[in-house]
Structures are given as C-alpha cells and as structure tokens.
C-alpha cells in the first residue's frame, strides 16, 4: 500500500512540474531574430560583398526570400547569422521552394538549413550543429567542425557522432520524411548543452543530447543562421522563444 501511495504522489509532482513548465513556456514571449532593417544590429550577412551590388537575403516583414531577385546562372552560398548568442530556446518558421536553382547545385536536390550553437567565425558552414531543410531531408541532423553529441537512431539506441577528427561533417539521418508540397514548418528546441529536437509538420524527426566542444567542454550556447545554398526558398513566420 505504502509503495502504491508513494507512486501516486511522484506521479503527481511529475505531472504538476510537467504543467509548471508549460506554463511558464506558454507566457515567454516569442520574437522574430531576423527583423527588417536591423542588418548589422541583429543580425550580420555571409558573404556581405557580392557582384553588381546584388542580394542573397531579400528581409522583409517577417520574411526573409533568398536568391528571388539573383541575376545570373551561378549564384555564391551564404548565411544570415543573429549577432545574439542563444542557449534554450524553442524556434519556429515555415519554409517553401521556389523555382529555380544555381549552379554549383543546379542538378542537386534544393538545399538549406537551420544552423544553431554556432561557434568562431561566421563563415558558410562554420561550427556549429544543424537541422537541415532540403527536399526529402528536412530534419536530418548534421554535425560540423568540432562538435560531438550523443544523437539517437530511428531504434532508440544511442550513437556519438564526431566532428572533431578527420571527418568534420558528420550526419545523423532523421526518422521519416513528412514533407508536403508547399509551405512546411519547422520546429527546433534546444536546451543548452543537454538536448535538441527537430520537428516538421508537427512530427517528430530527431533527437540528439550531450553537446561537447572539440576540447570536451559542454557547448552551451551560440548564434543560430539561416543558410542560402543555391535554390530559391522563402522563410517566413520565423520566431524564436528564448527559455533561459
């Protein structure tokens, strides 16, 4: 009786630490990291100097279109990089391919991404960690330059992925694809050093915990990007809710 009664009560402080959670998530406010006219304040361009003048990132009001306006067959990769470092957070934003798509990749899948816990040098594909958006892929786990977490596999079971030897981009496939034609959305929830998951359409497509640097200190924190890599592609409703 007394072992049934204590389940009962660490159930309930459970779920009532459950609901104090969501509770205090469902008042913090959420913000768009990427606001029109804040280049420079907000957030910074990679690369910032391109030819005739032209644009990679056209930001407007809570979206942000890549390559629409780009002149020309050939078209260089970049990033639009918060100056703000982030920790826990939850962030959200939709995303739909254009038409067209430039060559280095004009025969490959349309490709871009969420990048988070960005570290050193806002260079394209710096060290970081990544939610990928590509057709067919969305929710794909990469690893880049120095990281290794702990990601789980489609069974359960758990693997160290490495970044930090020989081999810098390192992949962890996601659980199924839920992409549609058109607008899609995307969900990423970070949690320090300790957990993150990746969500599309509402479905839940990888999880990964242990974040480490190259030296095996925890990665905490780091500035989060958006990634243009040669097709056309609107974000839009893009909004971070910052926990801690």
């Not at 389940?7 to 509770?23: D, H, N, P, V, Y």
């Not at 907000?42 to 942000?64: A, G, H, R, V």
């Not at 095996?216 to 592609?233: F, H, M, R, V």
Request: proline letters at 4%.
């Amino acid at each position: 009786m007394k072992i049934k009664i204590t389940s009962i009560i660490t159930l309930a402080l459970f779920l009532s630490a459950l609901l104090s959670l969501s509770a205090q998530e469902s008042i913090v406010e959420w913000t768009n990291p990427f606001p029109k006219d804040e280049l420079g304040t907000s957030y910074t361009i990679t690369p910032n100097e391109l030819p005739d003048n032209q644009k990679l990132f056209e930001i407007k009001k809570n979206k942000i279109e890549i390559l629409y306006t780009w002149k020309g067959d050939e078209a260089p990769f970049g990033m639009i990089t918060t100056t703000k470092e982030y920790s826990h957070f939850n962030l959200e934003l939709e995303y739909k391919w254009g038409e067209r798509k430039f060559a280095p990749r004009l025969e490959a899948k349309r490709d871009a991404g969420i990048v988070f816990h960005i570290k050193g040098e806002k260079v394209v594909w710096p060290t970081c960690l990544e939610c990928q958006i590509q057709e067919g892929d969305t929710g794909d786990l990469w690893v880049i330059k120095g990281p290794k977490v702990s990601w789980f596999q489609k069974d359960g079971s758990e693997k160290l992925l490495d970044s930090s030897g020989k081999k810098t981009y390192i992949e962890g496939d996601k659980y199924g694809n839920h992409e549609v034609d058109g607008w899609n959305k995307v969900r990423v929830e970070v949690r320090g050093s300790e957990s993150a998951k990746f969500f599309e359409n509402g479905q839940l497509v990888n999880e990964l915990k242990n974040f480490l640097n190259a030296d095996d200190t925890p990665l905490e924190k780091g500035n989060i990007a958006l990634q243009a890599e040669g097709s056309e592609i609107i974000y839009r409703n893009i909004k971070i809710q910052e926990l801690k």
